[in-house]
């Protein structure tokens, strides 16, 4: 049986190189060869507050980005999470399985939170199971996801496991892909903290849609360490990440990267750097414009269409199992 992949984006804001280069990239190299399905997550997105006027458009714009990366609709399930009511679903049950204790333990609730102050949702605490209702509804066997989801995959095969325990045999429990280089990209402002949609510092991102201009204007003012050589240090955070950047786009080895930069200065490395990511982001932009208003409508009303006909059988199996819905159900 081919084996199936699961994966989401938050439509939070503009898609960055890190969402590319730690996820997104990894769904289009992975869908030739597992069954995939590709989610806008904006159930997820509402757990900080979001402008209701504007969610929907961004919630398409992600859509769009999925196509114009390289999602191939034929090949692959794109579709958008409250489109499939059997996400929030799931997710009431797995909060009865889920425990406080797990949860208060997660780092992205503890980051957000600090951001948020008095007005922290329980939708934020509860991202992590929303998290794991999406992956355990399709009986996915693998997540591709950056480092920062590492955390919230353990709690997914957790609930899992502990289902499966009480319950009977019901979920398949995931894997999470993390890839070896280009799980975690930093801010270039604040080379400690990963690059982010939901960051309010607009210099430390490089999103998939800037212009030229911006992208030239971003890498140059991209904070260093000191020291002048350029080559990959994990203890020099700035270097090491415009680095890791450079050898993703240009898929060079670190070592030819390094032989390449020897001798030369940052000014350079930030010039090169600039240049290339214009290049490689223009034929994206192209397409994200191409794409047709009707076509990304029937693109998503199929793919909830697909995501439906594998996650229904999974929810009645839960509610059969927990005793919420019997086989002689009136529904
Ligand atoms: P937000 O700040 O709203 O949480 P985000 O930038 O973290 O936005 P998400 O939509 O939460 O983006 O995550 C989408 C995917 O991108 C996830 O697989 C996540 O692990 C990955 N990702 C997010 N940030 C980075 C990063 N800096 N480097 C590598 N991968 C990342
Ligand atoms: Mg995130």
Not at 86 to 96: D, G, P
Not at 256 to 262: R, S, Y
Not at 288 to 301: A, C, F, P, S
Request: one cysteine or more; aromatic letters at 6%; charged letters at 30%.
């Amino acid at each position: 049986m081919t084996r199936r992949i699961f994966s989401g984006a938050q439509p939070t804001g503009n898609v960055h190189l890190g969402n590319y280069l730690g996820a997104l990239r990894n769904w289009v190299a992975l869908q030739h060869e597992y069954e995939s399905l590709f989610c806008i997550v904006n159930l997820h997105a509402i757990t900080v507050a979001q402008d209701p006027s504007s969610l929907l458009e961004k919630t398409r714009d992600l859509a769009r980005i999925y196509l114009a990366v390289g999602i191939d609709p034929q090949v692959s399930t794109v579709f958008i999470q409250s489109d499939v009511s059997e996400h929030a679903e799931l997710t009431w049950v797995l909060n009865c399985v889920a425990r406080m204790s797990e949860l208060e333990r997660m780092t992205q609730y503890k980051d957000k939170a600090r951001k948020q102050q008095e007005s922290i949702s329980i939708g934020l605490f509860d991202y992590p199971v929303l998290m794991a209702a999406d992956i355990l509804l399709y009986q996915t066997d693998l997540v591709p996801v950056g480092e920062d989801q590492r955390q919230h995959l353990e709690l997914t095969r957790d609930s899992a496991i502990r289902f499966n325990r009480d319950y009977g045999e019901t979920f398949k429990v995931p894997d999470a892909f993390i890839p070896k280089v280009g799980a975690r990209i930093m801010s270039l402002s604040v080379p400690s903290r990963k690059m982010s949609k939901s960051d309010d510092d607009p210099n430390g991102c490089v999103l998939l849609m800037d212009d030229a201009d911006a992208v030239q204007k971003k890498f140059k003012r991209a904070v260093t360490d000191s020291g002048t050589e350029i080559r990959f240090d994990a203890s020099r955070p700035a270097i090491n990440n415009l680095l890791e950047i450079y050898h993703l786009i240009t898929r060079r080895t670190t070592q030819e990267v390094e032989d390449h930069f020897a001798g030369k200065g940052y000014a350079q490395l930030k010039g090169e750097l600039a240049e290339l990511t214009v290049e490689f982001l223009r034929p994206i932009q192209q397409r994200v414009r191409e794409i047709d208003d009707d076509h990304l409508d029937q693109i998503l009303d199929q793919g909830r269409e697909k995501a439906q006909r594998i996650a229904k059988p999974t929810l009645d199996e839960v509610f059969r199992r927990t005793g919420i819905r019997g086989s002689k159900s009136r529904g």
